[in-house]
């Protein structure tokens, strides 16, 4: 009776760790994925870029990109401060990268309204003004 208890124990246990593990490695999964879907979809527009000839496209999406690495590399977990490769790396991005946030900023600031956005889909002038309160 006490090694059918003792079984029946393990397997529950078995079972609650191996529900655990599977739980903690759904998001991290998802994660992965979104990343390399992200990845695949940023090359194949470098790509198509490149081999369009439009290399100042192509350079302006590798330094978005380089930006964006390089301030959630930040904001998770600092400034290198070690006198290693990366640390000089990481410099050296950040000062590349130096141009992209107020660029980003001033696109935002002079990015089109709405009513324009839908004049140019619809085709047409004769939209009401939509006034945001």
Known sequence: MKKR????????????????VGYKAGPERERQRSDMKFRVSFGLRLYQALEAGDTNKALEDVRFVLWSDTVGYERAF???TSTDSFARRFADAKAITAQVEPELRQRTTNAPSVE????D?????????????
């Open 116 to 119: 324009q956005i839908t004049k």
């Open 5 to 20: 208890i003792v079984i029946f124990a393990f397997v529950i246990l078995a079972a609650v760790v191996g529900y655990i």
């Open 78 to 80: 600092g400034a290198p």
């Open 121 to 133: 889909i619809v085709g047409t002038n004769n939209i009401m003004k939509i006034e945001w309160k």
